[in-house]
C-alpha cells in the first residue's frame, strides 16, 4: 500500500459538497501538488487528511493504518505534519521554543518529570533542544534561536512553521500555500530549503500552491481541482497543456 492512500473521499458540509469521490496517493519520497482555483476543496482535503474534518464517505490510509476515525493528535504522531495557508505561530515565544513546543507528544517523562527536576527530564530537554537546533539549520534559521517570531520577516517566519512541522519526524508533509505572501527573492529561497529538507530528510511532499512556476519546478506529479473534483491528474507538463486546466484554472495567457 502507498504511503498515503485516499480512496473515494466525499465531504458534505450541510447541503455544500464541497470534496466529491476524491482519489489519491503518493509514496514514500515523492513530491506532489494539488492545484486549483480558490473554492475548488483543496484545503478541505488537507484537513479531510488531517483529521480536523472527518470525510462523508470514503477512506483514508496512511502507512497502512485506516486513519478516518483518528483525531489529529493521534494523524500527527503517525508521521503527518502539516502547515496551514495562514500562519498559526505564537507571537510571544521565541524561534527554538516553537519548535520545541512541537515535540511535546514525545516526551516520556511523565508528570513527575514536569513537576521535578529530575535526570530524565533534564536529559530528554537537552535531546530536544539539540533536535530542535538540527531543524532549524535545516530550513536556514539556525541563528535564530532567541528571536521572536513577529520580529522575522514574513519568509523567515513561514520557514519556521515548516521547520515546527519537521520536529514530529514526518513521513509526508503537506504545506498549504507555503508562498503566499512572498517576493520572488522569498520564494526561490523556499524552493531552495524544500528541495534541501527533501534530499536531507526523504520526505514525502504534497503542496497547495497558486504560484505555478513553484508547482512546476518541484513538482513530480500534478492534480487539478475544480468544484471539490479532481479535473486532470499527471506530469507538470501534462498538467501545464491539459485543455480543462487551462479552461477551469490557468488560462490560456498563463505562461509558466
Known amino acids: 500500500m502507498p504511503l498515503l492512500y485516499v480512496e473515494h473521499m466525499t465531504r458534505f458540509f450541510g447541503g455544500l459538497r464541497a470534496v466529491h469521490d476524491y482519489n489519491f496517493k503518493i509514496e514514500p519520497g515523492e513530491i506532489h501538488g494539488l492545484i486549483g482555483p480558490n473554492g475548488a476543496g483543496k484545503s478541505t482535503i488537507f484537513n479531510l487528511i488531517t483529521g ?3 470525510p462523508t ?3 483514508i490510509h496512511f502507512r497502512g493504518k485506516n486513519i478516518i476515525k483518528y483525531p489529529s493528535h493521534k494523524i500527527a504522531a503517525l508521521g503527518l505534519g502539516r502547515t496551514f495557508q495562514n500562519l498559526r505561530l505564537w507571537r510571544h515565544m521565541s ?11 514525545q516526551i516520556t517523562y511523565g508528570l513527575i518529570g514536569a513537576f521535578f527536576d529530575t535526570k530524565k527530564r533534564n536529559q530528554q530537554e537537552e535531546e530536544n533542544t539539540e533536535k530542535a537546533i538540527k531543524i532549524m539549520e535545516l530550513v536556514g534559521i539556525g541563528k535564530l534561536t532567541d528571536q521572536l ?20 519526524n514526518p513521513k509526508l508533509l503537506l504545506l498549504d500555500e507555503p508562498t503566499a505572501g512572498m517576493n520572488s527573492e522569498e520564494l526561490q529561497d523556499l524552493v531552495n530549503v524544500i528541495r534541501h529538507i527533501h534530499d536531507k530528510l526523504g520526505v514525502a511532499i504534497l503542496l497547495i500552491e497558486h504560484r505555478m512556476k513553484f508547482v512546476m519546478d518541484l513538482c513530480e506529479r500534478i492534480q487539478t481541482l475544480d468544484f471539490g473534483e479532481v479535473i486532470a491528474e499527471g506530469s507538470p507538463e501534462e498538467i501545464q497543456n491539459n485543455p480543462r486546466v487551462i479552461d477551469a484554472y490557468l488560462g490560456k495567457e498563463v505562461k509558466i
Open 95 to 105: 524561534v527554538l521554543d516553537h519548535i520545541k513546543m512541537a515535540q511535546f507528544s
Open 52 to 54: 480536523v474534518y472527518k
Open 57 to 59: 464517505e470514503g477512506s
Open 149 to 168: 517570531v513577529p520580529n522575522l520577516p514574513y519568509g523567515l517566519q513561514r520557514r519556521v512553521e515548516i521547520a515546527r512541522a519537521l520536529a514530529i
